[in-house]
Nanobody, 122 residues
Framework: QVQLVESGGGLVQAGGCLSVSCAASGRTFSTYPMGWFRQAPGKERELVAAIDSGGIKYHRDSVKGRFTISRDNAKNTVYLQMSSLKPEDTAVYYC????????????????WGKGTLVTVSS
């Protein structure tokens, strides 16, 4: 079982930076692919970034060059560093974990955090 707790959301102006973190419980953290999803009001949840156990990363096109996912296995934590934020980045950001990397890419994930709200003002 994996429990995920996000932190670091908040309000930021357009063009600004913000980082969100996800602390995971469980001895298997280092072996699990991890991801960040987001859901904006009235929209479907979408994968923002993912990182596998070996550190291979995926970022969706709309955030490439602005967002970076990383992980620290010693701290059981995954991070999403966001810069050049835009109002359209406003969403609840969810941390996700699954032993199958493909599950992150498809959104059929076993473990979810409760989410943290990121609001970007124009």
């Amino acid at each position: 079982q994996v429990q995920l707790v996000e932190s670091g959301g908040g309000l930021v102006q357009a063009g600004g930076c913000l980082s969100v973190s996800c602390a995971a419980s469980g001895r298997t953290f280092s072996t699990y692919p991890m991801g960040w999803f987001r859901q904006a009001p009235g929209k479907e949840r979408e994968l923002v970034a993912a990182i596998d156990s070996g550190g291979i990363k995926y970022h969706r096109d709309s955030v490439k060059g602005r967002f970076t996912i990383s992980r620290d296995n010693a701290k059981n934590t995954v991070y999403l560093q966001m810069s050049s934020l835009k109002p359209e980045d406003t969403a609840v950001y969810y941390c996700a974990a699954d032993p199958r990397y493909g599950a992150l890419l498809s959104g059929s994930v076993d473990f979810w955090g409760k989410g943290t709200l990121v609001t970007v003002s124009s």
